[in-house]
């Protein structure tokens, strides 16, 4: 039975000082790397994205839940009322156009 052992030297990744930067390992040879024209399109692609989204004016902010909002939605029966949820076990009733909080309701998961 034959057994490979990859092996390396400590020189090559040891400090000689703690003030010493890490050398970092990396391969730069194109042939090795044949999607990186795809992966640097796909990025700027999400660059212009996010400069498109954020170009946008912000209106305002509607602060009140302790926690990560996990689910929203509109009221059917006004247009100016959404509904949001959060992880913290708030459900809250919102006024879009006064950006204030009608109602909170508690709902505590055993």
Not at 15 to 41: C, I, T
Not at 58 to 74: E, L, P, R, T, Y
Request: with cysteine; hydrophobic share 40%.
């Amino acid at each position: 039975m034959r057994v490979k052992v990859i092996s390396r030297s400590t020189d090559d990744y040891t400090r000689e000082r703690s003030q010493d930067l890490q050398k970092v390992f990396r391969n730069y040879d194109p042939a090795l790397r044949s999607q990186e024209k795809a992966v640097e399109y796909t990025r700027a692609l999400n660059a212009a994205k996010l400069e498109k989204i954020f170009a946008k004016p912000f209106i305002g902010a509607m602060d009140g839940h302790i926690d990560a909002v996990s689910c929203m939605a509109k009221n059917p029966n006004h247009l100016k009322a959404i509904f949001s949820g959060s992880m913290d076990g708030d459900v809250r009733l919102w006024d879009i156009a006064a950006r204030y909080c009608y109602c909170i309701e508690d709902y505590l998961v055993p």
